[in-house]
């Protein structure tokens, strides 16, 4: 990578500072991210990754002159990509973390009373108040300030303790009711005192200290990829978009974890159930059906060739477990049958976010699959 791009990605600096935003399972690191973009497409070039995350790929890629177009089916990821590329302006988004302060006394005990244990072993009254009313009030599907504040307090949810705005917990990913309780009790451990127009003025503070990207060459939709890259193609075809130069994307694992049972408290704040829950909604569970993983990444993968250049690259991440990686390179032979296939191993150095929660078995590693004409 060279160093005006290591540069980018300085603290120092607003795309630096901004693209960190989000704590996500299995997120790709940022250095990757732009490493990728820059070795395989050329400014001016169009980057597609029909399973965003939290969109560290189309980030990079309008980042560096490219445009970027990102799909993701969790709200929770989709809403932290759409906030970097373009989040509201910092008065505004001051302004209204006072605003939903002012409302917050008016909610009343009885309200708070009527959720779950959980919750006020989680947050204080005076968090708690403020976290209902943001999820009350918080246009964050339509209005740019709201979609900004509302990030803000995702990403300070829950965490270590007296750093967010919960009782101790992982930032990454929400454990369950019960077993948080526990943990708690045991430990003797209360929901922290805080101010929550203070916490979160400081948050925004600190993160446009160096300023906001204004990334209006990247995109990023909220649904299922199956039927938007259908949308994306009409664009293509149309004229209104052009056709994409790198598939840049990491689809999820097959069997390896429920990226919306783990994000459960998150979803509550955008307005979801208050107990984690299998939703049964296709695409949103752990993949444990080998024939609906594979149609999932042949619908995909189909539908991203008929909207690429002739001489795209192709850049996906997987999972070196069998069935998975086997899957994954299958897939993508039957979508790209000209191209050249590679792949690179990429074995785990360090813990990995499984390992955090207690799975301590050794894991294969990832496998980077590349293709070019």
């Not at 390896?256 to 939703?279: A, F, V």
Request: hydrophobic share 40%; charged share 20%.
């Amino acid at each position: 990578m060279s160093n005006s791009t290591l540069n980018q990605l300085s603290l120092s600096t607003a795309i630096g500072r901004w693209s960190g935003l989000g704590p996500y399972y299995a997120m790709f690191p940022k250095e990757f991210a732009f490493k990728v973009v820059e070795e395989y497409s050329m400014p001016g070039d169009a980057v597609i990754d029909p399973f965003a995350g939290r969109a560290s790929s189309v980030y990079a890629a309008a980042a560096m002159q490219r445009s970027g177009c990102g799909i993701e089916i969790n709200p929770v990821g989709w809403l932290y990509g759409f906030v970097k590329l373009k989040p509201a302006s910092k008065t505004e988004v001051l302004t209204r973390i006072k605003n939903l302060g002012e409302m917050a006394s008016s909610v009343e005990q009885q309200r708070l009373d009527a959720l779950p244990e959980f919750f006020t072993a989680c947050y204080s009254p005076i968090v708690l108040r403020y976290l209902m009313v943001a999820r009350d009030v918080l246009d964050w599907k339509n209005s740019s300030v709201d979609a900004t504040l509302m990030a803000m307090i995702l990403v300070n949810l829950h965490g270590k303790r007296e750093s967010s705005l919960s009782n101790q917990m992982r930032q990454g990913k929400a454990m369950s009711p019960s077993y948080s309780i526990g943990w708690w009790r045991e430990r003797q451990l209360t929901p922290p005192e805080i101010d929550p127009v203070e916490f979160l003025t400081k948050r925004v503070e600190w993160r446009y200290a160096k300023g906001a990207p204004n990334l209006e060459n990247g995109n990023m939709l909220l649904g299922d990829s199956t039927s938007l890259i259908g949308d994306l193609a009409e664009k293509v075809y149309s004229g209104s978009q052009s056709r994409f130069n790198l598939l840049f994307t990491s689809p999820p694992y097959f069997g390896i974890t429920n990226y919306h049972y783990d994000q459960w408290l998150r979803l509550w704040m955008l307005g979801g159930t208050e107990r984690p829950s299998w939703t049964g909604e296709k695409w949103r569970g752990k993949f444990e059906s080998m024939p609906d993983y594979r149609n999932l990444l042949q619908t995909v993968f189909q539908g991203c060739a008929e909207i690429m250049t002739s001489t795209a690259s192709i850049y996906v991440r997987t999972s070196a477990r069998i069935f998975t990686h086997e899957t994954t390179i299958d897939t993508l032979r039957e979508a790209f049958p000209q191209k050249s296939l590679k792949y690179i191993k990429q074995p785990f150095t360090k813990n990995t976010q499984t390992a955090l929660f207690g799975d301590k078995l050794k894991k294969p590693g990832e496998i980077d699959i590349i293709m070019q004409s």
